[in-house]
């Protein structure tokens, strides 16, 4: 075997072992316990935190937990840090020596404040916004220093540890902040015990919201939906780009395609660092789409009562009102203000009325509009059943007038039918239509009852008045008695042949009643003299049958007697016409009448005094024998006075230019206006007398008249409205009175001349006579007469007849109104060019200057 020597080798194991003997003694040259009775350090000993066993003076000997010497073998480590009053004792490793007591007191400044809790807390968890860059200066920034002279702020990432830390914090982790001296650390001046820091930074997450969110058409930001995550979630913001700085407001209008970010701020009770906010990266995008809802118009309705009691007894009265929509595509969520129930009763109590709700559709999206649904219920009406096809014979209906008519077509409404309803035609017209024609004629009539309601209900009715006999009856005169014997030879043929000459020429086909001739002919053997009537039936084709009654008047003879007639009263020249027969007609005459008045101022029977003047006037009145049943002729005569009646003259309606005013008024004078209003007057071939009294005041008419000739500034015309009476009312012939209506147009009076003709021939034109429009309208304006104004306008125009002549008719006359003026002062005039064609020619008698057209040929004007 080998021996373990101290050679070369063995030399370094040698110092190797006598270091590890050297550094197992407590020192050299000292004990192995410490003396009781005799060592250096204090039993009471004052330290800093954070020392350490190390630093306790133990004059180099072990420190023990206990005073066990057999039991607590294993020294405190060095680097354990000291309790404060705790007792550590000292003694030596053997085992045998007797351990001295130390107690410590471990001082520290007091934990610093800081600015979050505003406390001295022992330890809190610290959150600010992400991303940040927050280090150990800005968590020093958190904490006060009490003495800023003597101390500062130390950031550790242990407890107990001496390194202080540098650098940006890390989220999750924990640091340990204390106050520390600026010096030397010494008892007195020591740091303070740490304030454990957690640092948990806020990564705010997008608020929870839709991406896609569907919102109504005008929606804003403050109707965008985002919910908060976080307890202290302050507000929801909303951006128009994920990296936009500034937030939209909330009234501002959303855009239909668009997409907005959205992000939350996040504010912890009590921090003392902003809120924080959602990242741009983290900050949700919602895309917006904007419905457009719109529900329509508002709609209304007239529904007849009947017809909604039969719709109610199928229908709600909602699905009554949403019928007014049907069709449209809305949503079934609807709302009624005032509600249906509400309209129901109202419709209970009173249902002849107008019913209006505000029917509100809200869509899935929430999107509103409002729609007016109105009902109007009118009171129904019932026309009845139509009935057509009714005829009647003319002979059932005779002359009518509107009520028989009316209360015929009352008689063919049917039994269900309102009364008082309208027929159209009119009953009035039916009448007049009937009473004026025997033809067939056919009605188509609506029976209305309710017009001009929506619920109105008509009924036709159908009438045809078959064609009546075709006859006229014609006066007839008086048969003389003594002529009877002579027309009646047989019986009763000639008696009927009396009664047809009521028809005249025109009889229609029938017979007379059966029996009545020879009633008439037995009435006359009893009285000659009298009126006989019988009744003819006349026979129409179309199988109806009319009767018409025929009369004849038998009068005795008479000689002719012309009585005595008498005029007593005077007759003034502006009196009326006197019918003459009137003095015949009255029952003191006792001679024949049906005579004729003859004399000067009598025409037909009829004296008009405006025809003579003021003097006697004999008037004959003569009867003869062209008179029925007169014997011989006799005349007789009277007087009629006429005396001079005053004269207002004719009325006027009529106008003139105010230029026509200047000589009128060039003499005027305010003390006799008469003079001037009497002229204006007789321009207009008035012819009344000059004294009368004018209304308006002739004054008042005379102002009228001066202000508006002198005004520049004139209206575009002036009336004159008035009456004119002469005359006195106390006298004879009272007063007579004429009116006038006189307008006074602003413009000269201008004279447009005779109207005039020429001709030109077609070759001449083609030959190049008018090289312009301008030489055409100077042609026509050189056949005006002399002093005519030449800035008139043609009618149709010049261009016109150009176009005429190029397009249509290069031969024949080209006529054209020219009118100069403007208003009612205006005049007109007609001109006419006439263009001849080739081998036309136009010769009048002596005319010197023949027109005649040629092109090859010669023509011999004595031919």
Do not use: H
């Not at 249902?351 to 209006?356: H, L």
């Not at 005169?477 to 009763?492: F, K, R, S």
Request: proline letters at 5%; charged letters at 25%.
């Amino acid at each position: 075997m080998q021996n373990f020597t101290f050679g070369r080798k063995g030399t370094n194991w040698f110092l190797f072992a006598f270091v590890l003997l050297i550094g197992t003694l407590p020192s050299f040259g000292q004990d192995d316990c410490p003396d009781p009775d005799n060592f250096s350090f204090s039993e009471t000993q004052t330290v800093c935190f954070t020392q350490t066993v190390s630093e306790l003076n133990t004059d180099g000997y072990p420190v023990y937990q206990t005073d066990d010497n057999a039991n607590d073998t294993q020294a405190i480590p060095q680097d354990e840090l000291l309790v404060d009053g705790e007792t550590y004792f000292v003694g030596g490793e053997s085992g045998q020596c007797e351990r001295i007591a130390i107690t410590v007191t471990v001082e520290s400044e007091l934990l610093p404040e800081n600015r979050i809790t505003n406390d001295r807390s022992s330890g809190f968890t610290f959150s600010n916004c992400t991303p940040t860059n927050f280090d150990e200066g800005d968590l020093s920034d958190l904490f006060i220093v009490d003495d800023e002279n003597n101390y500062r702020i130390a950031v550790y990432t242990t407890e107990e540890g001496s390194d202080e830390f540098t650098g940006e914090l890390v989220a999750g982790n924990s640091y340990y902040i204390a106050q520390v001296p600026i010096s030397t650390i010494e008892p007195g001046n020591c740091p303070s015990q740490r304030v454990a820091f957690g640092y948990d930074p806020n990564q705010i997450e997008a608020p929870a919201t839709e991406t896609s969110q569907t919102l109504c058409e005008g929606a804003t930001v403050a109707d965008l939906e985002a919910e908060g995550t976080y307890n202290n979630t302050q507000a929801i913001r909303w951006y128009r780009s994920r990296n936009a700085t500034s937030p939209l407001a909330a009234g501002t209008e959303l855009i239909s395609g668009q997409v907005y970010y959205v992000g939350q701020v996040v504010n912890d009770a009590g921090r003392i660092t902003p809120p924080c906010e959602t990242p741009t990266v983290d900050r949700a995008a919602v895309a917006v789409t904007l419905e457009d809802f719109d529900a329509g118009e508002d709609a209304s309705t007239t529904l007849c009562l009947s017809e909604v009691e039969e719709r109610l007894e199928d229908e709600t009265p909602e699905q009554l009102f949403l019928s007014l929509v049907a069709g449209r595509d809305l949503p079934t969520n609807v709302s009624f203000l005032p509600s249906i129930q509400s309209i129901a009763s109202d419709y209970s109590d009173e249902p002849i009325d107008t019913f209006t709700t505000q029917a509100t559709f809200t869509t899935e999206a929430g999107c509103e509009d409002t729609v007016e649904l109105s009902i109007t219920v009118e009171e129904s009406f019932e026309a009845g059943d139509s009935n057509l096809g009714n005829i009647l014979c003319r002979s059932e209906i005779g002359e009518v007038d509107e009520t028989e008519v009316r209360n015929y077509l009352n008689s063919l409404l049917s039994g269900d039918a309102d009364e008082d309803g309208k027929f159209s035609p009119l009953p009035s017209e039916i009448a007049d239509d009937l009473n004026n024609t025997s033809d067939e004629i056919t009605f188509d009539i609506i029976y209305t009852i309710g017009e001009g309601t929506s619920c109105e209900d008509t009924a036709n009715l159908g009438v045809t008045v078959l064609e009546g006999a075709d006859f006229e009856l014609v006066p007839v005169t008086d048969l003389c008695n003594d002529d009877i014997p002579a027309l009646v030879n047989e019986i009763p043929e000639d008696v009927e042949a009396l009664f047809l000459e009521n028809f005249g020429e025109n009889i229609p086909e029938g017979d007379f009643e059966e029996g009545d001739i020879q009633a008439v002919i037995n009435q006359y053997n009893q009285n000659n003299i009298d009126t006989f009537t019988a009744t003819f039936i006349a026979n129409v084709e179309n199988g109806c049958s009319e009767e018409i009654e025929l009369t004849r008047t038998v009068i005795e003879g008479e000689t002719a007697n012309a009585g005595n007639l008498v005029y007593n009263e005077d007759v003034c020249t502006s009196d009326q016409p006197i019918d003459l027969t009137s003095l015949t007609e009255a029952d003191s005459f006792e001679g024949t009448v049906g005579g004729t008045f003859s004399g000067e101022g009598v025409s037909n029977n009829v004296f008009d005094p405006s025809t003579v003047e003021p003097d006697t006037y004999t008037i004959t009145y003569r009867v003869d024998e062209s008179l029925n049943c007169v014997s011989g002729s006799e005349e007789t005569t009277f007087t009629i006075d006429v005396i001079q009646g005053p004269d207002a003259g004719n009325d006027i309606e009529d106008s003139i230019c105010v230029s026509e005013l200047e000589s009128l008024l060039a003499d005027f004078d305010p003390l006799n206006p008469e003079a001037t209003l009497t002229q204006l007057f007789q321009r207009f071939e008035w012819d009344g007398e000059i004294d009368g009294e004018f209304s308006p005041n002739v004054n008042i008419l005379g102002a009228q008249l001066l202000s508006y000739y002198g005004d520049p500034d004139r209206d575009p015309e002036l009336s004159l409205n008035g009456t004119y009476t002469v005359g006195n009312e106390a006298d004879e012939c009272d007063t007579d009175e004429s009116t006038f209506a006189i307008t006074i147009f602003d413009g000269e009076l201008i004279d447009a001349g005779q109207p005039n003709s020429t001709e030109i021939c077609n070759i001449t034109i083609e030959n190049g006579r008018f090289p312009s429009i301008s030489s055409v309208r100077n042609y026509y304006l050189d056949l005006l007469d002399e002093g005519v104004s030449r800035n008139g306008t043609f009618e149709p125009t010049i261009n016109e007849i150009v176009n005429w002549y190029n397009n249509e008719a290069e031969i024949g006359i080209f006529s054209t109104t020219y009118t100069v003026g403007s208003g009612e002062c205006q005049d007109s005039v007609e001109l006419s060019v006439e263009v001849l064609a080739p081998e036309q020619a136009i010769v009048e008698v002596n005319d010197e200057n023949p027109i005649i057209c040629i092109t090859e040929n010669e023509f011999n004007l004595n031919t």
